[in-house]
């Protein structure tokens, strides 16, 4: 009866280690981009733009989402359709997400859509580590560590309709951040590249920035980018 027990303990510690491993080492994703867009020049396109029903948003950096991202490049996507989004989870950042994570989508909307897309999309594939009311809040703490139009500004690049170099833009970044940013531009309606998103890595925790595993150069932006004003 001795033995026996041992080998059931045994047994029992083994299987409990493996699952710490196994569950440990089976990663969902291995980091995210922090996403954000420049207003203006969503606005500044063929297709236009719509203030939100709660009015023009600042003229600031707003959060497009936080996106889990694998270190090939890919990303996973809409992980579990079980997990639907609900606003009342999140009704004390309501009011800082219409700051912050405005949506400039036509016809005007008040954000709720928005945000359930990217939920839905991209939130549900790190529900590991965020619930959501714990997704949205990390985001909006993301962006307040680090001040996009501060750090472009402090090196006299501001959204003045001017065209500034990407090389400019990249390194006023990295200089106030310490990261490596990713920079995506679009077209303005006399087809100038103008910057659109910038992109920071988030560490797969979502605690912190982290130089980024994977960073396509400038998708679509030209050497040359105009900084539209909102
Ligand atoms: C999907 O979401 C539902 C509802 O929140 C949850 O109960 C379930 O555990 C989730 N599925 C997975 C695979 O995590
Ligand atoms: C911008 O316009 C150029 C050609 O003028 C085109 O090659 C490029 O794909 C366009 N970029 C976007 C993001 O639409």
Redesign the pocket.
Known sequence: MKMQSNHDSLFIMLATLYSVLVLSSSQDFDFFYLVQEWPGSHCDTEQGCCYPTTGKPASDFGIHGLWPNYNDGSYPSN??????FDASKISDLISRMQLEWPTLSCPSKDGLKFWGHEWKKHG?CA??IL?QHAYFETTLKLKNKINLLHALEGAGIQPNGQMYSLESITSAIQVASGYTPRIQCNNDTSGNSQLHEISLCVDSMASDFIECPVLPNGRSCGSSVEFPSF
Do not use: A, F, I, Y
């Open positions: 992980c579990n359709s079980s997990n639907s549900t529900e590991s619930d």
